[in-house]
């Protein structure tokens, strides 16, 4: 069992400020930071949303009265800490834009049309083993206005909760050999290229779904030398 915290696994999340990632450089902090102390409400609270989780919840094509439009998939994998081990009764979020590359939110305009049947929002709490599951509809690329031309690969966010507010950790899955890759600054702000790789999902033919969904496999390792990267570390 890991008791140190490993501080070069810290290296594997992308840096504040990233030039070619133009909101980065407003972002980023240009002076030192300044460690604040937990309190105990920070620490042990609160519960956030787990006892909220409704059957169904993650399933992104039944929340509505129709089926939405595009490929279903299935996402899973399992929530594990630096040594392997499954982490159980993490609430896990995702939200995503449709299959034509757009958000449900006032600030995406851009002329890719709305499915009156898909919100692109869904959460659901790890089992025992850190296991999780969704059901969702496979994201579009979609412009984004960082520079000439710019298009984000398709992607899926994910948010980790444990149980107190500062255990949050958030996170985007990639889909394989995406060629917008090359061209993206917001994956290429991780500057390992193996720690970019474990924000790409792995098709899983195994447990996809004969006849009605294929399936991908993204586990999300916490800390560690094979951790995740995490947008907010």
């Not at 409704?54 to 929530?79: K, M, Y």
């Not at 995406?108 to 959460?123: S, V």
């Not at 720690?195 to 009605?212: G, Y």
Request: aromatic share 10%; net charge neutral.
């Amino acid at each position: 069992m890991t008791f140190i915290y490993p501080v070069d696994s810290n290296k594997a999340h992308p840096l504040p400020l990233s030039p070619d990632y133009k909101s980065s450089i407003k972002r980023a902090p240009n002076k030192p930071l300044i460690p604040m102390r937990h309190t105990l409400s920070e620490l042990t609270g609160p519960v956030y949303g787990h006892e909220t989780v409704r059957e169904g919840d993650n399933d992104l094509t039944t929340q509505h009265a129709g089926e939405p439009i595009g490929e279903r998939i299935i996402v899973h994998g399992h929530v594990r800490d630096e040594d392997g081990r499954g982490v159980p009764n993490s609430l896990i979020e995702i939200w995503q834009a449709n299959s034509c590359g757009r958000y449900v939110h006032v600030r995406d305009q851009h002329p890719a049309p709305l499915d009156p049947n898909f919100t692109g929002a869904g959460r659901t709490v790890s089992d025992a083993s850190g296991y999780y599951r969704f059901v969702t509809i496979k994201p579009g690329a979609y412009p984004w206005g960082n520079h000439h031309n710019a298009w984000r690969p398709a992607h899926i966010h994910l948010s980790v909760f444990g149980y107190s507010f500062v255990t949050r950790l958030v996170t985007q899955m990639y889909f394989p050999n995406d060629p917008l890759f090359p061209f993206d600054p917001i994956f290429n702000s991780v500057p390992d290229e193996k720690a970019r790789a474990r924000m790409v999902s792995s098709f899983d033919l195994e447990n996809t779904k004969p006849e009605w969904a294929l399936c991908y496999r993204f586990d999300i390792v916490l800390r560690g030398k094979n951790a995740t990267p995490m947008e907010n570390h």
